[in-house]
């Protein structure tokens, strides 16, 4: 069976600073692979996806993630935290043989601080 | 191209009441996904119809059922309502592309039940 597992339910950061939010999967067939943002009262905005194309992936807003199958992660980053970015993310993996079902894990909530 | 609509935005229902949510897709799109969010249970996927057909279903109980018409809008109903019932019910639309299906999602439903 699928899983994620996402380290750390919040994550504080200082505007300008290094985002870096850690996801790992455990699946038995090779894994699609998604981050999907939340902000408050809304629905989720799709970030970036894994499709067994190029492992490093590049997302909106200015975020990236890198498939490492020797990890099992697809940990997310962003050079520099704005204000805007502080949501709750969602890592989250399907299959070829899934469809549209998507297993997420639990969140990470992300605050950046002035 | 308008996104996923879901209707009513909010709603309050009593005990052993039963519930509709309403899901517009994205034109175009065949695949509608379920999912419910809970602050402990977080996101979990309730089911999947594809051309009017379920494709996928999670482990919910068959109190929660859903259909998908020509158009591909699709309803789902939950009867019998619990006080555990109460979350915010997104519903997402779907196309494949490299292989995955890319989810959209719509601003979900809030059902709370009393």
């Known amino acids: 069976a699928q899983s994620v597992t996402q380290l750390g339910s919040h994550v504080s950061v200082s505007e300008g600073a290094l985002v870096l939010l850690r996801c790992n999967y455990s699946?038995?067939?090779?894994?699609?692979l998604f981050w999907y943002v939340q902000y408050p009262n809304q629905g989720l905005q799709l970030l970036l996806k894994y499709t067994s194309a190029a492992t490093l992936v590049k997302g909106i807003n200015g975020f990236e993630a890198e498939f490492k199958k020797s990890e099992t992660s697809f940990h997310l980053t962003k050079p520099s935290a704005h204000m805007s970015d502080a949501a709750e993310y969602f890592c989250a993996v399907s299959d070829q043989n899934q469809g549209g079902k998507l297993i997420f894990g639990q969140g990470t909530e992300l605050s950046v601080k002035p | 191209k308008a996104g996923v609509t879901q209707t009513p935005r909010y709603l309050i229902k009593t005990r052993g009441q039963q519930v509709t949510l309403s899901c517009s897709p994205i034109?175009?799109?065949?695949?509608v996904s379920w999912y419910q969010q809970t602050p402990g249970q977080g996101l979990q996927f309730l089911f999947e119809?594809?051309?009017?057909?379920?494709?996928n279903k999670g482990n919910f109980p068959g109190r929660f059922s859903g259909r998908q018409f020509s158009n591909s809008r699709s309803e789902m109903n939950v009867s019998t309502l619990e006080l555990g019932d109460s979350a915010l019910y997104l519903c997402?639309?779907?196309?494949?592309?490299?292989?995955?299906?890319?989810?959209?999602f719509g601003p979900g439903t809030r059902l709370t039940v009393t």
């Open positions: 699946s038995s067939v090779p894994p699609y």
């Open positions: 034109s175009g799109h065949r695949s």
């Open positions: 119809y594809f051309s009017e057909t379920q494709r």
């Open positions: 997402a639309s779907s196309f494949r592309q490299g292989g995955a299906y890319e989810q959209y």
